[in-house]
């Protein structure tokens, strides 16, 4: 440990000792048990957030050596750290849920696959007279094809890492890794019908089916997920924090309805949870590290793979809707760049905020202005500014030369003013945790003056007559 980036201190080794004795003690009272498999995920997510943290010091001169290394620009020393981190949390996280798999099906193998061909037989307890009905391979394809559309971008995201994709070229990629899962929704699922707003429903009726469209529409989720978070970074610790509260409203989002006795979408949601519960352990491992002053970088990898953790669980936990609106942040941040983003105005490689070194604080990064530019690009940059969401700089005629770069990260430095890096991402995080109210809000209580029912509620559930989405 003496040659590595991130020495482990003896209280920290101390912690993850003892964190790993209790996540294996929960594990045993799992076999000896029934295996609740909440339970077993939960000890995994404390066994993925050690092993992540000492792996994290472990390799980080070893990637430093073989190239996966930057300099934090946003420092006085600008000294060089291990970059590609993501990488590693996103192998332990896949290794963990590999390692997974047999527990939510525990009680199946137990009882019925005896290797006598009987492993879709429907099988009583004696002891509980409970029931277990056929082997749930719908279930399984659904864990499978989400496992494989998670290593299919974390391999996208490191070859991202490797050879700096351009962004035209790796835009559409999510989408190739998002077709496991999107197989599997027609295959076990395969509902594309959609409750109408009540305001529309005397021209369109209750329902309308999407068919492909709906697809279509799962796709751009898968899309956009991980390159929203992607677009929104730069600064210390801002990737893992919003990735983290995302995953922590996502779970108690899942907990509302695990919490009503015998609903219908209790799979859907155990089945989020599953997912979740070691990401948030490998992702906080990961921003023990990435915090303010970072030790390491997390690179694209773990920006992809982040994203489309959410957008698996979205979509085959049948909640995309209400994943949307936990990403308030991000989709401002997307229409807010897309002038940049479309080449409207000028898009410079990197707009991340400049660090002043003689302040040590953080100030917005400029777009510039080759020729001067069209009239509607002027007045709208104009508008902007005078709105207070943007800042320009002109000639002595009036000429729009310089602007700040169209990020919400920007965006929160031209409101708030220039600001230690810390303190930015401190508040963009607190942005993202009132967004992350304000979605629950708008999805269980506010929808309602558009939507007939919630589907929280058990009877809401029953008078729609469909899967809970």
Known sequence: ?????????????????????????????????????????????????????????????????????????????????????????????????????????????????????????????????????????????????????????????????????????????????????????????????????????????????????????????????????????????????????????IAINDLLYISVKGHPATDSHLFSLYFLLPFLGVSLALWCHNKYPSKVFVGDTYCYFAGMTFAVVGILGHFSKTLLLLFIPQIFNFLYSSPQLFGLVPCPRHRLPHFNARTGLMEPSRGQFIHPPRWPISVALKTLAKLGLVQIWTDDNGVVLEYSNLTLINLWIVRFGPMREDKVTLGLVGLQVVCGVLGLFIRHKAALLLFPYDNLKLQDFEGLGLPVV
Not at 181 to 207: C, K, R, S, W
Not at 220 to 236: D, E
Request: proline share 4%; net charge negative.
């Open 1 to 249: 440990m003496a040659g590595s980036n991130t020495p482990i201190t003896a209280g920290w080794f101390f912690f993850l000792f003892t964190l790993v004795g209790a996540c294996c003690g929960l594990l045993y009272t799992v076999f000896q048990g029934d295996g609740e498999p909440l339970v077993a995920s939960l000890a995994f997510s404390g066994i993925a957030f050690a092993a992540s943290y000492c792996l994290i010091c472990w390799l980080g001169d070893e990637f430093k050596r073989v190239g996966f290394k930057g300099r934090d620009r946003s420092k006085l020393d600008r000294k060089e750290i291990p970059e590609t981190m993501g990488a590693v949390c996103a192998v332990v996280y896949l290794m963990v849920m590999i390692v997974f798999i047999p527990f939510p099906f525990y009680e199946y193998f137990y009882v019925q696959t005896s290797g006598g061909g009987n492993r879709d037989m429907t099988v009583e307890m004696v002891e509980t007279g409970r029931k277990l009905h056929r082997f749930p391979h719908n279930k399984l394809g659904e864990y499978l094809s989400a496992l494989l559309s998670l290593q299919s971008m974390a391999i996208l995201g490191i070859a991202d890492d490797l050879f700096d994709i351009r962004w035209r070229h790796k835009l559409f990629l999510p989408a190739i890794a998002a077709i496991p899962m999107l197989i599997m929704y027609y295959i076990d699922f395969g509902v594309t019908n959609i409750v109408v707003p009540l305001p529309l429903q005397a021209y369109l009726g209750e329902m309308v089916n999407l068919s492909w469209g709906y697809y279509a529409y799962m796709a751009a989720i898968a899309i956009f997920c991980p390159n929203s978070i992607n677009i929104l970074a730069g600064v210390n610790g801002l990737e893992v924090s919003q990735s983290i509260v995302i995953a922590a409203f």
